[in-house]
Every structure is written in structure tokens, then in C-alpha cells.
């Protein structure tokens, strides 16, 4: 006698589907889980390990300038100047050498290597300066880049900066609170530069190249900036915060 059993077709194809919406929530957990573990390494960790770093390279370069300066040589040790004629590095014997750059003249500082603090007193940051504005190598490190071309701290035309603001220590993540009277103050060695913030362009293209010329004014937005050669800080970011959509500037004046 032969049982016919009705319906379990029915149900193996239930049970198949079940598995199936089984698997396909325990892969979107796991892609959850592993998307989470990057945000919070991207937003969290990094943060931790650049400002780690940068403070660190602060300390750095406040101990060097601490150093004494290596004293001026002994005069009667100096080698007694050869009679024969100078020879150059990239020409015969006898072409003129290249001129040695003026005493006290100021070299420009070694690309991507920290030269200077950022001081702002009203968001307590405090940020190791670099020449250059690669991502990888000055900005991720929690560094503020100088922006090559622009001039150098304390002196005429415009000492541009940029910085994060999210991320690898975002170190002008608040730089949108700062006021007109507030500081920014520039440590090179042996000087410091004091900076008086004067105005702030909420919002500006990324191509908007007038922001960090040397008489900083927008060309985006031409209300915005100054019209009278002098000695300027700028610095810049992204916004709106977690985008790179749009530029923040802020600029400042020397104070004499």
C-alpha cells in the first residue's frame, strides 16, 4: 500500500527560501559590521594616531629650537682661500661658480618637512606647520601645509595654509568659530608671528585660486577678501564638515 504524502514540495521550497533570506541577513551584518569598523577606524583612529603624531612632532621642534646655535667659527681656523680660479659643478675649470645666497638670507624650508607651530588660543589648537600640501605625506600626518608659492610667516603677501577638518587629526575642523580679533600665532625658530583674524568666507568654490594670491580675495565671491598689499595668513578647508564639496577660508593680518 503506497502513502501519498501532499505538500512537501511546498514546504522544501519555504525552507529554501528561508535559508536563502537567512544567508542574506547574516552577509548584511557582516558588511554592517565590517563598514563600521572602517568608519570608526577612519573617524576615530586616525584622528587619535595623527594628533599623537603632530604633537609629538611639536615637542620635536620645540626642543630643537631650544638648542644653542652653533657658534660662529673660529676665524683663525678658516682654510686660507685657493689663488686658482673657482670651479663650477656644471661647467669647465675656470666658469664662474654660483653666488652663495647673502648672509642671513632665509631659505625656503625643505618640502614636506615641519618648520613651524600653528598657535590658535581659541580653539586650543596647536599644529606642527609644513611646506607643502600633499594629502598624504603633510595634511594626513595632522599637519597644516603651506601652500608652495605663498609667502613665508611674518613677511609681505599672503602665508597660506590648509589643514583637515575631519580626519588625521582635523586640526581646522572649528576654524568657523573663529571672530575678527581673534589670534592665530606662527612659531618659526626664534620668532613668532602674531596674526589678527579679520574675515571669514563661509563658503567658496575649490577652484577659487584668489583666496591664497598675494592680496587674498575671492574670485568667486569678490565682496569677499582684501584689496591692499600687506601681510596676510589664510587658512583653509573643506566644508561642509565629512565633505570636500565646498572651501572654508578664514584670513588674518599681521599685527606690527
Known sequence: ??????????????????????????????VGVVVLLLVVH?????????????????RDLEKEWALPSDPDPDPSTAPVPSA????????????????APPAGAKLPPAQE??????????????????????????????????????????????????????THGEPFRYINRLRAGD????????????????KVLGETGERDTGVIAPVPRSTVR????????????????CTPEYTSKYRLVVWGTLRR
Not at 504524502?5 to 514546504?11: E, F, L, S, T
Not at 577612519?42 to 611639536?58: F, I, K, S
Not at 589670534?183 to 579679520?198: C, K, S
Open 42 to 58: 577612519q573617524v576615530w583612529w586616525t584622528n587619535r594616531q595623527a594628533l599623537a603624531a603632530a604633537h609629538e612632532q611639536v
Open 113 to 166: 618637512s615641519a618648520y613651524g607651530v600653528l598657535r590658535i588660543p581659541r580653539l586650543g589648537v596647536v599644529v606642527p606647520i609644513a611646506q607643502g600640501v600633499d594629502k598624504r605625506a603633510v595634511l594626513d600626518k595632522g599637519y597644516a601645509g603651506h601652500y608652495p608659492g605663498t609667502a613665508q610667516p611674518g613677511a609681505e603677501g599672503n602665508f597660506a595654509l590648509a589643514g583637515h577638518r575631519n
Open 84 to 99: 686658482s680660479p673657482p670651479v663650477s659643478a656644471s661647467g669647465p675649470p675656470g666658469a664662474s661658480a654660483a653666488p
Open 183 to 198: 589670534e592665530l600665532i606662527v612659531d618659526v625658530r626664534a620668532q613668532r608671528y602674531t596674526y589678527v583674524v579679520g
Open 1 to 30: 500500500m503506497r502513502v501519498v504524502v501532499q505538500g512537501g514540495g511546498r514546504r522544501g521550497r519555504r525552507a529554501g527560501l528561508a535559508g536563502v533570506l537567512w544567508g542574506a541577513a547574516e552577509l548584511a551584518v557582516t
Open 222 to 237: 569678490p565682496e569677499y577678501g582684501y584689496s591692499e598689499p600687506g601681510a596676510y595668513i589664510t587658512l583653509t578647508t
